[in-house]
């Protein structure tokens, strides 16, 4: 589906639901790409390698909390549309050491709400211009065994990540009815797919087990979430740009509820069939329960049906056929895991708070 914009800033495109934007957009859409990543461990130039060739596309390594940068980008590129995703994601990272979090997330959102303001200021270009900012379900809190977060529903953060998320969001409401910035938020559950740096549960289950060694599960595995493919999340996010209502915020999920401890194994019988294990039964052999995660969220659940009314977009992908792409899709680039974690990530446990 086309956007109708001629130039998109992307930020955080080299990660993993940013990478999928930039191949989207390249591929699907006329419009010129600028992608501002700041290269930290989790953001790599092959997650958009194929499509960096293309004369729409232009890579900008800076910070997003460096204001002379970003004005310089706004003065050069002269975008009429922002779709940030950068900040730091990874719950667990939140635990051990929250000050990254609280630079990218929130004085990075800062720093780009404020550079354009001043842009459209210039420009008086409110009437054309929007800035969507991505954000995640888990600002809402956690779910009973009942129930789905609703675009209403009061934040509730439990993490430092969460909190930090929820700040940006709250700051992009407040510049929007404050300032006039024409701005747009998502909510968005669990996403997996091809390029999701290591550290996350599916590409830690897979290549633990590859490597035969114990897959860790916190707690009992029956924390449940909701799985959103990553290319259907992309979609929507272009969607919510093109046609969604200034001023609103969409939940996006894949209605796909799973317990973590479900998913490990739907993953294990899926390697057991296209690559199994030398002397192993199955991998789920190899499958450990290890000390839970500080404060983990038992629950999330998206409704979302408000972009589907409002918009028109349900997800392709449900969760078996999701995940069978996403472990073939490992299975065959077990290189790139190797090159983004060298020197930088031993599929060590994180998140312990000790």
Not at 203 to 226: C, H, M, S
Not at 340 to 353: K, Q, S
Request: hydrophobic share 35%; charged share 20%; glycine share 6%.
């Amino acid at each position: 589906m086309d956007v109708p914009y001629q130039t998109i800033l992307v930020t955080g495109g080299c990660g993993f639901i940013g990478s999928a934007l930039v191949r989207h957009l390249i591929r699907t859409t006329d419009a010129q790409v600028v992608n501002v990543d700041a290269l930290t461990y989790a953001g790599h130039p092959s997650t958009v390698a194929p499509v960096a060739d293309s004369e729409r596309y232009t890579f900008l390594q800076a910070d997003i909390a460096d204001r002379e940068a970003m004005r310089q980008a706004f003065d050069t590129h002269e975008p009429d549309a922002v779709m940030h995703l950068a900040a730091e994601s990874h719950v667990d990272r939140s635990i051990d050491g929250s000050d990254a979090f609280l630079q990218t997330n929130i004085v990075g959102t800062h720093t780009l709400l404020e550079v354009t303001r001043a842009y459209l200021d210039a420009a008086d270009a409110d009437d054309w211009f929007r800035f969507l900012h991505v954000s995640t379900d888990e600002v809402y809190g956690e779910l009973g065994d009942t129930g789905y977060f609703t675009e209403e529903t009061p934040y509730d953060p439990r993490s430092p990540y969460s909190a930090t998320k929820a700040a940006s969001d709250h700051l992009v409401r407040a510049w929007h009815h404050t300032y006039g910035v024409p701005t747009l938020i998502t909510n968005c559950s669990n996403n997996y797919g091809p390029y999701q740096y290591p550290e996350k549960l599916m590409p830690v289950v897979i290549l633990k087990a590859l490597q035969q060694e114990p897959i860790p599960v916190y707690g009992t595995g029956e924390n449940i979430r909701d799985w959103l493919f990553v290319e259907d999340h992309v979609r929507a996010l272009c969607r919510v740009l093109a046609d969604g209502t200034v001023g609103e915020t969409y939940n996006i999920g894949g209605h796909n509820e799973k317990q973590n401890i479900d998913v490990v194994h739907a993953i294990c019988d899926i390697l057991d069939t296209l690559q199994p294990g030398a002397d192993l039964s199955s991998y789920c052999d190899l499958i450990t329960f290890v000390t839970d995660r500080p404060g983990h969220d038992h629950r999330y659940a998206i409704d979302a049906s408000k972009i589907e009314r409002d918009l028109g977009w349900t997800p392709d992908e449900d969760f078996a056929s999701g995940l069978q792409k996403t472990v073939q899709w490992y299975l065959a680039h077990i290189d790139w895991c190797e090159t983004v974690t060298a020197d930088t990530y031993d599929l060590g446990r994180l998140g312990t708070a000790s």
